[in-house]
């Protein structure tokens, strides 16, 4: 409606949510239209109007002002005035939004955030194994029978799920490996890859991807969530190290558990192999023990009772580090946990690398 | 004044131990209900299975008129999204920043412009005067703030029921005085019904119409808050005695 250059337009019954993004697109075809200088809106017949409803009055306001435009809003009742002062943005202050940082500003952030972490893995690395010796001459502040209830967290629960990736990785090495060995009637030098490539390489890398994703994912979860809830604060007001009290006994128990389990996936995994040596490649079982027994080494064994402990190591720390760094809510105990054990992952198998370049 | 709640003998169990035991009670649109009692009597399992997170062994409860007991998950939908929840600790999605937790039943559930909805969720947080927030995250709040926030997110939508519980635990008694007066702001400037568990006495009389006593799941006392004080019945005076009114 137009009269005397004043354009009128009268808002319905009702103005909530259930159709205030209708009338927005009507109210803005009626001022994109619209040549007067002045509009009005006109309340008469509305009775009804909600938080959404005033947002989109703001919005019509906002938009004459743009275009500046003189307005005026008809006949609105106590009611609605009421809401119209209870839900109006336009009084309010703009609100800064938090500036991006700049292409440098971000990488030399995250540089800092880098040696930030880094320097705070290695403190608490050395406190940990700093700790982890002292506590075993000293139990004071240690909880009774904890390493019992963790050594068969992570280890007894875990040798089921370790016995069988580790046969099945056996025999599937070995079958693969037996279809080219058997071209060239090496059938017996299976034995020779089974037994040395398990002991030195897929017992001690198995166990410990295995263990990163059980145990470590356990270690960070427990300890983030301890975190967040506050109760590694409470045992520091209790004047108990958070480190002796929860942590040792997780080391302790994959420092002992971890070698133990590499041994068994280590002696599985050739078991697999012997199935499909003796089954299909027809090799006699006092064959298969005799040709293992003079080709294996005690660097072998070695190899893998030192990648075991360093990948034991390895798998706690990163799960602690990752469990205490924890902050806020539950979002940050699953991203911490999920960061541990790709780190753990990560760095067990860069560690094998180095490993596997000294033992050689 | 109509009825908007109704429950009729409800019951309900948890590991074979009765939590409620028959329960009925009825609520007038536009005020304020508050649901009092000890620790443990069943408040907030009353409350949770008004809103339907909790489902009774028997009994029946009517929302705006509509049996809601039984009723299909879609239709029930149609409910909750006119009523809003403000939990105890708040509930706040800690991965979404202030602004996003309010906006997420807007832009759930309506089909608004991201402007409107922008301007919607600045008028809730400057009710709840959280303006400054809009961009923290939760774990950037303190538990009041958090609570505040939780509050803005349930009024989101312009319920036409707000439920709280506890709405002033661990709150100092300035910021409970701000979020009595909000709900009494919201009660007679929206003629929101608000449903409020709570063993906070001051707010009690400060904002309730009417409150109902919860007494080892069962209720002892209908009435307004004048008539409890005055109470014989014992459960009663040792609750109104240990909190010296």
Redesign the interface.
Known sequence: MSADNKSTYTLPQSL??EN??KI?EELKSFLHETSAVQINLDFKKLENI???G???I??VMDIADEKQLKKDLLNVNKKTQ??LD????RQ??P?K??QKPKLFEFLGGQGFEFLEHLKSFVYLTADIFYWGVGGLFSKKGQRKGEFTNQSNQIGVNAIPIIALISFLVGFILSLQSAQQLRQFGANIFVVDLISISMTREMAPLMTAIVLAGRSGSSIASELATMKISEEVDALKTMALNPIKFVVLPKLYAMTISTPLLTIISDAVGILGGFVVGVLFLKISPTAFIDRMASVMVLKDIITLIVKSFVFAWIITVVGIYFGLEA??????VGKNTTASVVTAIFMVIVADSILGLIFY | MSKIIEVNDLITEYNGERILDGVSLSIDSGSIFAILGGSGCGKTTLLKHIIGLLYPVSGSIKIFGRETVGMEEKKFEQILEKCGMLFQEGALLNSLSVKENIAIPLRQHTDLDEDIIQRVVRTKLHLVELDYALNLYPSELSGGMKKRVAMARAIAMDPKILFCDEPSAGLDPVTTREIDNLLNKLREQLDMTIVAVTHVIDSVRRIADEIVFLHDGQILFTGSFEEATKSDIPQIKEFFQDQNI
């Open positions: 909530t949510k205030s993004q927005l909600d938080s959404t005033v947002a989109v703001d919005k009421i809401s209870t839900f109006s943005s309010l202050k609100i939004e938090k902050e806020g809510g539950a979002e940050s």
